[in-house]
């Protein structure tokens, strides 16, 4: 089982940008995809959460209204779209899949992506 996220780079304060995470190895269209980050000297915290047929969505509180998250289970993908990004977006963004509830604690989580460096100047 492979999760491999692409996409991250350096932009600039008000800029889009889109990082995605692509899975191998097994069937992953049922489980839930969600988003992770971490910036430097803080801990993993949750960024966005996707349902198995992207029905249902949930949001951390600093990103509502700024980023959307999708999955194409054709291509067991699932995309992060990052608009009027901003310096505290700055981090390593981490895919991961969970085969439990939707939710927002990295526990339940079962597979993780190695990240990719989102870095935002201002």
């Known amino acids: 089982v492979q999760l491999q996220a692409s996409g991250g780079e350096l932009v600039q304060a008000g800029d889009s940008l889109r990082v995605s995470c692509v899975a191998s190895?097994?069937?992953?269209?049922?489980?839930?995809w969600g988003w992770f980050r971490q910036a430097p000297g803080k801990e993993r915290e949750f960024v966005a959460a996707?349902?198995?047929?992207?029905?249902?969505?949930n949001y951390a509180d600093s990103v509502k209204g700024r980023f959307t998250i999708s999955r194409d289970n054709t291509k067991a993908t699932v995309y992060l779209q990052m608009n009027s990004v901003n310096s505290e977006d700055t981090a390593v963004y981490y895919c991961?899949?969970?085969?439990?509830?939707?939710?927002?604690?990295?526990?339940?989580?079962?597979?993780w992506g190695q990240g990719t460096q989102v870095t935002v100047s201002s």
């Open positions: 190895g097994r069937p992953f269209s049922l489980y839930v």
């Open positions: 996707i349902s198995w047929n992207g029905r249902v969505t």
């Open positions: 991961a899949l969970s085969s439990r509830a939707l939710g927002r604690a990295p526990a339940l989580y079962d597979y």
